[in-house]
């Protein structure tokens, strides 16, 4: 009975080993199954990648091929559009320096016709002015020559008068009445004498008021007519356009001595003057009385230099400063052009010109303009013309 029992007990056993020795074998073979499938999947992946990547290449290669196509066509494109653009801009630019030369011309034309009537106007005006000024003259002359011949005929009278009565007085009176008479005679003759120069003189004098009035009238023509001249207009209204050049600070510098021996300060009133007018005229000038701080011949030489040209005023004793010497030799050695203003009303032109020559020649190359009270508007218009013609930049 245990022997059976035991080889129930061992049956048991390799029956539950066999069972599970059949399951295990069950298990490896679906995991073997398993595995089989997941290579094959992976195969299958592997040849999916592989035609995706083989298709991608392709589509690229196409993709790529038509974007050079279009680069290359849009390069074709733009480069006939730059052409275009470049003839088209050219063909502007043609016209406007087309239609830019025509406006110059028609401009200079213009101004050429403007200068031109302008220059009739004050010639006609001037005419007129010596016209009627020499009207005024002959006017004058003939209303004295009638006066001095009433009064000579007046005269003429008095003393036939005078003679009339001495004979008679002479009848009368005898040598009394003769002396009488003839100191009558006398006084007479005195009489018509003084009253003879009296006119003489006073036809003097209208004939010189009317030389006076004459020649006013025809300075005040001349200078309203440069004043009236386009040209003029036009220099002076693009003077403020007309920039200082380069490395230069001042149009002009203005060289002077402030004081006289016997006139005191009044050359530099004069400068001062001369200095304003141009101010207002538009130019940036050189003053020490404005500009200069502290007096070196350092600065003033740099001052000098920095200008693109010089004034100087002059009268008798402007030579003798040893600055105004050293400022002209600064503009000589710069090669700086120089204007000068003779103070007319105080000083012999004649004897500074004699000054001038044997102190600095180069004050000698430009014409001299004389500054004269009455004539201080033509001078000042002189001035600023000379310096639009050499202190701007054109």
Not at 196 to 211: G, Q, T
Not at 257 to 268: A, C, F, M
Not at 373 to 392: F, P, V
Request: charged share 30%.
């Amino acid at each position: 009975v245990v022997s059976a029992m035991a080889a129930a007990k061992f049956d048991v056993k390799v029956e539950a080993a066999l069972a599970v020795m059949k399951h295990d074998v069950k298990a490896a073979r679906v995991a073997a199954k398993m595995d089989v499938e997941v290579e094959e999947a992976n195969e299958a992946a592997k040849i999916d990648v592989e035609e995706a990547k083989v298709a991608a290449s392709e589509e690229i290669a196409a993709a790529m091929a038509a974007i050079k196509r279009d680069a290359k066509a849009a390069m074709v494109a733009a480069t006939n559009d730059v052409e275009e653009a470049k003839i088209a801009a050219k063909l502007d630019v043609e016209e406007a320096k087309a239609a830019a030369r025509e406006e110059i011309a028609a401009t200079r034309a213009a101004n050429k016709l403007d200068v031109k009537a302008a220059m009739v106007v004050a010639k006609n005006d001037v005419d007129e002015a010596m016209l009627a000024a020499t009207k005024d003259v002959e006017e004058a002359k003939v209303a004295a020559r009638e006066e001095v011949e009433t009064v000579m005929a007046a005269t003429k009278r008095e003393i036939t008068k005078a003679r009339v009565a001495a004979i008679v007085a002479a009848k009368m009176d005898g040598e009394e009445a003769k002396i009488a008479a003839k100191k009558d005679v006398e006084e007479a003759k005195v009489a018509a004498r003084d009253e003879e120069a009296k006119d003489a003189a006073k036809m003097e004098v209208e004939e010189a008021k009317a030389e006076v009035m004459a020649a006013t009238k025809i300075r005040e023509a001349k200078l309203a007519a440069r004043e009236d001249n386009p040209e003029r207009r036009l220099r002076r209204s693009s003077l403020a356009s007309a920039g200082l050049p380069p490395g230069k600070k001042y149009h002009y510098f203005l060289s002077h001595k402030k004081e006289h021996s016997t006139l005191g300060r009044q050359p530099e009133s004069l400068a001062m003057a001369v200095h304003d007018s141009q101010t207002l005229a538009g130019f940036v000038g050189f003053f020490d009385v404005d500009d200069l701080k502290t007096i070196t011949s350092e600065q003033l030489a740099e001052d000098v230099r920095r200008s693109c040209a010089m004034v100087v005023v002059l009268h008798d004793e402007t030579c003798a400063s040893s600055w105004c010497q050293f400022e002209w030799k600064a503009a000589e050695l710069a090669g700086i052009p120089v204007l000068c203003i003779i103070d007319a009303n105080h000083a012999c032109r004649t004897t500074v010109l004699e000054q001038v020559k044997q102190c600095n020649p180069h004050l000698m190359v430009n014409q001299w303009i004389s500054y004269i009270d009455s004539y201080r508007h033509d001078a000042s218009s002189q001035i600023t013309d000379w310096l639009h013609e050499h202190a701007t930049q054109s």
